[in-house]
Nanobody, 120 residues
Framework: QVQLEESGGGLVQAGGSLRLSCTAS????????LGWFRQAPGKEREFVAGIRRSEGNTYYVDSVKGRFSMSRDNAKNTVYLQMNSLKPEDTAVYYC?????????????WGQGTQVTVSS
């Protein structure tokens, strides 16, 4: 079992920055990969970024490359999503998810989400 809790969302103007955090508990944090997803109103949930469990390789959807950066601190059981140069189209509920397989394809546990709103 893995429990995930996101924080750090809020309202920001276009061009601003936010840092999301996701703190995990339960299963050993370093044993699974993690992903960030988002879901905007009326849209399907989409993958935003992922990070492997040990070497820390990261992957991003094209729309956030160069603006978002994902990292993990295994000592703090926390994964981060640094979001810079935010755009109104980044507005969504952001979720972190744990992937026990480590493939960044199948996610077993999800957090409750944190709202990010970017005003124009």
């Amino acid at each position: 079992q893995v429990q995930l809790e996101e924080s750090g969302g809020g309202l920001v103007q276009a061009g601003g920055s936010l840092r999301l955090s996701c703190t995990a508990s339960g299963r050993a944090f370093s044993s699974y990969a993690l992903g960030w997803f988002r879901q905007a109103p009326g849209k399907e949930r989409e993958f935003v970024a992922g990070i492997r469990r040990s070497e820390g390789n990261t992957y991003y959807v094209d729309s956030v490359k160069g603006r978002f950066s994902m990292s993990r601190d295994n000592a703090k059981n926390t994964v981060y999503l640094q979001m810079n140069s935010l755009k109104p189209e980044d507005t969504a509920v952001y979720y972190c998810a744990a992937d026990l397989s480590g493939t960044l394809r199948t996610y077993n546990y999800w957090g409750q989400g944190t709202q990010v709103t970017v005003s124009s």
